[in-house]
C-alpha cells in the first residue's frame, strides 16, 4: 500500500509537470551571444506558452525530460513517429507583435518531427504579410525605416592608439566580443550604438565607425537568383500569410519552394517552365500557415532568417517573458562559478 501510494504520487506529480511545460511554460537555458545585449549567454529564461496559445504535442510517442537521444545513448532516438497528431493550438493572449522575442524550434532542422527540433530564441522583426528590407543595416518593414533597438549590437572598427583594448573594454563596459585585427592597433568589437558614442569620446580612439557589408554573400536565404543579398543589405521579400495567394514562377521558386515541399507538405515537380504541385499543373499557390521572419539583437553574430528563411507558425513554441536566474561570465564566456543577481527576475523587452 505503501508503495502504491507513492507510485501514485509519482505519477501524479509527472502529470502535472508534463501539463505545466506543454500549456503554461517552460524554462530554457540560451547557450549563445545571439541575442546580446537583451539575452546573454548564461541566461535561464522563462517561455510563456499561453501568450500566444498553447501548442498541442505532435510526436506523442516519446520519453518526456530527454533531449530527442536516450539516456546513456550516442543515437537512440527517444520517441517514435509511429504516431503524429497534426498541428493544433489553443488561443492565446493574442498575436505575435513586431519585436516580440520569441522562441521556436529551428525550420532548417530536418530529421526530426517540429517538437522535436533544436530551440532557437530571436527577435521577430517581420509579420504575416510585411515586406521586410534592410538597407545599410537599417530595417525597413513595408518601405519605412524602423528604430533600431538600444541593445542591437553591431559591428565597429576601432582604431586606437592603445594595444590591449579587449580587456579594458570588457572591464568597463562588459564587451566581451571582438579584438585586434591588425598590428597597427585597429580592432573590430561587437557593440552598441551607444556603447559606440561613448568609446567615440574616449582620448586614446582614433575613430570609430560600423563596419557594413557590400558584397554578395552565397549562403544567405534563398539563394539562386537572390545570391547578390547580405546580411546588411537584403531584400525586398514578402513575408507568407495565411491565406495569402500568389503567382508560382519557375524563375523565384527558390522563395517558397521549402514552404511548399516542407513546412506544408506538399510534392513539388518543375519541367521546363511549368509548376506542378501534388502532380497537378499550377500557376498560383495559397499559403496555409503565418509565417515570421526572426533576427537576433547580435546582428553580426547570429544565425537567423537571414541565413534560413522563415519561421512557420507550427514551429512557435512562446514568448519569451522573463529572465529567471543567469550564470556569470569572464571574458565572454561562463564561469558556472556563480549566478549574476543582478539579471534574476528581470522581464525581457
Known amino acids: 500500500m505503501k508503495y502504491k501510494r507513492l507510485f501514485i504520487w509519482i505519477l501524479a506529480l509527472t502529470i502535472t509537470v508534463l501539463f505545466?511545460?506543454?500549456?503554461?511554460?517552460?524554462?530554457?537555458?540560451?547557450?549563445?551571444?545571439?541575442?546580446?545585449?537583451?539575452?546573454?549567454?548564461?541566461?535561464?529564461?522563462?517561455?510563456?506558452?499561453?501568450?500566444?496559445?498553447?501548442?498541442?504535442?505532435?510526436?506523442?510517442l516519446s520519453i518526456p525530460f530527454t533531449k530527442n537521444i536516450l539516456p546513456f545513448s550516442n543515437k537512440l532516438p527517444s520517441y517514435l513517429t509511429w504516431i503524429e497528431l497534426p498541428y493544433f493550438r489553443l488561443p492565446g493572449f493574442g498575436p505575435i507583435k513586431r519585436n516580440d522575442i520569441i522562441v521556436f524550434n529551428f525550420p532548417a532542422e530536418d530529421g526530426h518531427p517540429v517538437d522535436k527540433k533544436a530551440n532557437f530564441v530571436k527577435r521577430c522583426v517581420g509579420l504575416p504579410g510585411d515586406t521586410i528590407e534592410i538597407t545599410d543595416k537599417t530595417i525597413l518593414i513595408n518601405k519605412k525605416a524602423t528604430v533600431s533597438l538600444p541593445k542591437v549590437k553591431y559591428s565597429y572598427e576601432v582604431s586606437s592608439s592603445a594595444d590591449s583594448l579587449a580587456s579594458y573594454f570588457y572591464r568597463t563596459f562588459n564587451i566581451n566580443e571582438g579584438g585586434m585585427v591588425s598590428a597597427d592597433n585597429k580592432y573590430i568589437f561587437l557593440m552598441t550604438e551607444k556603447e559606440a558614442d561613448s568609446i567615440s569620446k574616449l582620448s586614446n580612439i582614433f575613430y570609430i565607425k560600423r563596419l557594413s557589408d557590400q558584397y554578395a554573400t552565397p549562403n544567405m536565404f534563398p539563394g539562386g537568383k537572390f545570391a547578390f543579398w547580405n546580411k546588411d543589405n537584403y531584400g525586398p521579400l514578402i513575408i507568407p500569410k495565411k491565406g495569402k495567394t500568389i503567382r508560382l514562377k519557375v524563375d523565384s521558386i527558390e522563395l517558397y519552394q521549402r514552404i511548399i515541399t516542407v513546412y506544408e507538405k506538399h510534392k513539388m515537380n518543375i519541367s521546363h517552365d511549368s509548376i506542378f504541385i501534388d502532380g497537378h499543373y499550377d500557376t498560383t499557390y495559397t499559403f496555409k500557415m503565418n509565417y515570421y521572419f526572426a533576427l537576433g539583437d547580435n546582428r553580426d553574430n547570429s544565425d537567423d532568417s537571414r541565413f534560413w528563411g522563415f519561421v512557420p507558425e507550427d514551429h512557435i513554441i512562446g514568448k519569451a517573458s522573463f529572465i529567471l536566474f543567469s550564470l556569470k561570465q569572464t571574458m565572454g564566456k561562463l564561469a558556472w562559478k556563480g549566478f549574476n543577481a543582478a539579471r534574476s527576475f528581470t522581464a525581457i523587452r
Open 20 to 60: 505545466l511545460r506543454n500549456f503554461v511554460g517552460e524554462t530554457y537555458f540560451i547557450p549563445s551571444s545571439s541575442m546580446e545585449d537583451e539575452l546573454l549567454a548564461g541566461d535561464f529564461i522563462w517561455v510563456n506558452k499561453l501568450a500566444y496559445g498553447p501548442r498541442f504535442p505532435q510526436t506523442i
